[in-house]
């Protein structure tokens, strides 16, 4: 089974701090996601990574950078917190763009709190 | 502009009678449509997807799906609700090829013994 790991399920950080959320995966697989969910609104896509080094830009990527420097890491980085950005952060990986068996895979999520 | 409606915000069923939880999208191409499964506490998880073919699509739990092109809509279904059920669902619609879901706001189940 597909192991898609965030390294803390809750996250309490200060307005101004510098934020890492991290995400790991155990399948080698090409494509990595960062999603913000709040409720009433889904998921909303922030950045996304197709290989090493390489992001794309989602939806909502205002105030918040990626790094990856290793295929299976993926670090969500808030360079200057904002209580705005209070929400849950989930991480997902899929092997390639969309094929017919393709699907992606979640981790449990982060819930970060900004004061 | 894709986009997915999710009407209903909650939903509230008794153990044992039928489920249709309701999903409209937007989409200027051929929809690739998902459902997944919220669970307390966890990442997300695909309960079934339509690509092409056959429109009522089967999943996992026992959930199946049916599209309907001219409703623009793909309303999840399951015949007997059971208390494990109760979760957040989120119905999603994406590209043939491409890099981006988009998300409806999803729908809370809750189960009533």
């Known amino acids: 089974d597909v192991k898609v790991t965030q390294s803390s399920r809750y996250l309490v950080k200060r307005t101004g701090e510098k934020v890492f959320l991290e995400c790991v995966q155990d399948m080698d697989h090409e494509n990595m996601f960062w999603y913000r969910q709040d409720p009433g609104l889904g998921l909303r896509l922030i950045y996304f990574?197709?290989?090493?080094?390489?992001?794309e830009k989602g939806d909502i990527p205002e105030g918040y950078s990626v790094s990856r420097e290793k295929k299976e890491r993926f670090s969500l980085i808030l360079e200057s917190a904002s209580t705005n950005q209070t929400s849950m952060y989930l991480c997902?990986?899929?092997?390639?763009?969309?094929?017919?068996?393709?699907?992606?895979?979640f981790g449990s999520g982060t819930q970060l709190s900004v004061l | 502009a894709q986009s997915v409606t999710q009407p209903d915000i909650h939903i509230t069923v008794s153990e044992g009678a039928s489920l249709e939880l309701r999903c409209n999208y937007s989409y200027g191409a051929t929809p690739y449509l998902f459902w997944y499964v919220q669970s307390p506490g966890q990442g997300l998880q695909l309960l079934l997807k339509y690509f092409s073919g056959d429109t009522l699509v089967q999943g996992i739990k026992g959930f199946e799906a049916e599209f309907k092109r001219s409703q623009s809509s793909f309303n999840l279904r399951k015949p007997s609700v059971h208390w494990s059920d109760a979760a957040e669902y989120f119905c999603a619609v994406g590209a043939r090829y491409g890099n981006k879901l988009v998300f409806g706001a999803g729908t809370i189940l809750r189960v009533k013994s």
């Open positions: 997902a990986t899929r092997t390639e763009t969309f094929a017919t068996n393709e699907k992606l895979f």
């Open positions: 990574s197709y290989d090493v080094k390489m992001k």
